[in-house]
């Protein structure tokens, strides 16, 4: 895509400025693909080509056009802010950057949301006859229960939140990870009086949660006998839900772009 189609397209007026910095990524389930400048880049530049293979070398060459260009657009931006790109302390940033990374991986509300993927993958595993029975007989392990054979014959119900715990499974620990990650690094005498980053990012891990929370409500309800699995499921989640929200006690009042509207009364 040349500079000026860029250019352009960012100033247009019906996309909504950084609304795609605090979503969850799921544009085939977001309710502004229209008004998002990124979606629309995804598709004006990817979407047309018939393979869409991520191997397929005109996406590739297509990706590093766009990289071209928009390392020619920072620079530009660079200069009329005065930021000097080549003045970076590589040595220094990245000791930082990795000190940062071992603070936040170890930080609580990281280590629950790794234990949580483990948490999902597990009960996956163990529920995998239920979404595909013919596993069941090349597979010596647990045999297929006739309540989850009859809970899931022919019904869709299931699909959709399996769908969001799958999205939400990783989702939650690299939000969570960025929020940490910039709480580190903002400096709060500073920023105090605006947005956070690290607010957004909690606030996407918190909806992530929620929603999570919400679908695990609905499998529970399709496999009552399995119950006891999926509740310490639940009660992890909900316990790292009450975690992040006592270490990130603005998130919840981050005002996404788009997403989120201002209270007027507040
Ligand atoms: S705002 Fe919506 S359309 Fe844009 S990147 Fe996020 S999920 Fe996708």
Redesign the pocket.
Known sequence: MEKKRLKKLAEDPRFIQS??NY?????ER?P??AR?L??ALGEEEFDQLEDQDLNNEEFWKKLSETLHVTLELLEEAAEEHGIDLNSMDMEESAEEERLNDELARDHQCSRAAKLYIEMVDDWLDSARYIFSPEEEERSTAEPLDEKDSASSEGDNSLVEPVEVVGWYQHLIYVKLMRAIRGELLEEPEILDEYPKDSDGSAKVALIGIDRSIAAWGEIRNLFPHRSNQILDILVHLEQLRRTVEKTFPHARAFIRPGFDKIDLNS
Not at 23 to 27: G, K
């Open positions: 609304i795609y979503c969850d990524r799921w544009c977001c502004f693909t998002c990124n979606f």
